[in-house]
């Protein structure tokens, strides 16, 4: 019964914006690290951004830096991940993923212990 459910993804335009949530249900997210990942036709999947339980840490990669932010509300039990200026490689499924933390304010692209099924981001004029 716990899962995770990412939504907000679709066809967008080069220069545009998304903003992706990821809800959890069973469980609460107060515990956790949290990160989004995705994966590019053709391609590995890649670790995009991470944040820590308290919200205090974040990392990004390289390719995102600046254009997307990540930010959690666990009030509401949910994740966001804000994306502007978004380019044609950005297509990808967006999953997040929470990892079960003891104390430690910080995240990692590792060590996840559960994912969400994904959704479809499509950057394309």
């Known amino acids: 019964q716990l899962q995770l459910v990412e939504s907000g993804g679709g066809l967008v335009q080069p220069g545009g914006s998304l903003r992706l949530s990821c809800a959890a249900s069973?469980?609460?997210?107060?515990?956790?690290?949290i990160g989004w990942f995705r994966q590019a036709p053709g391609k590995e999947r890649e670790g995009v951004s991470c944040?820590?339980?308290?919200?205090?840490?974040?990392n990004y990669a390289d390719s995102v830096k600046g254009r997307f932010t990540i930010s959690r509300d666990n009030a509401k039990n949910t994740v966001y991940l804000s994306m502007n200026s978004l380019k044609p490689e950005d297509t990808a499924v967006y999953y997040c993923?929470?990892?079960?933390?003891?104390?430690?304010?910080?995240?990692?692209?590792?060590?996840?212990?559960?994912w969400g099924k994904g959704t479809l981001v499509t950057v394309s004029s």
């Open positions: 993923a929470a990892r079960k933390m003891y104390g430690g304010n910080y995240c990692r692209f590792y060590g996840m212990d559960y």
């Open positions: 069973g469980f609460t997210l107060d515990d956790y690290a």
């Open positions: 944040i820590s339980v308290s919200g205090d840490s974040t």
